[in-house]
């Protein structure tokens, strides 16, 4: 299965557990960073993905400016995490992966207040 039919797959299981429309279409746009690292990085599906190579992503997204040339916030930077998080949960928990590799990332420190 693709990365793609993969993150359909994904969308409907969090339309059934009535998730808002809107935070359907944010995880989807995290899936494309995601999805975007994976095919410069070359990770064929999502069989090939090790917890090295998802730490190898958080290194990337960290240091990927947005499209003006900021840095990303630290939370932003941990929504998406939790997203990947909950995609590879998904996968496990459909039996389309064996071991979930995101199990063990962990999020960035948020600065205090």
Known sequence: MTFD???QRYAAYLE???FAGRTIITRASALRIL???FTEAKVPDAQAVTSACLRDFQRWHHYEP???GAARSIVYQN?????V???F???HLEGLIAHNPASELE????PQA
């Open 66 to 68: 947005t499209g003006q």
């Open 89 to 91: 949960r998904f996968l």
């Open 16 to 18: 059934l557990r009535h």
């Open 5 to 7: 039919e993969l993150a």
């Open 85 to 87: 998080r909950s995609f």
């Open 79 to 83: 929504r998406v995490l939790s997203t």
């Open 35 to 37: 999805f975007r690292f």
């Open 107 to 110: 999020y960035a420190r948020e």
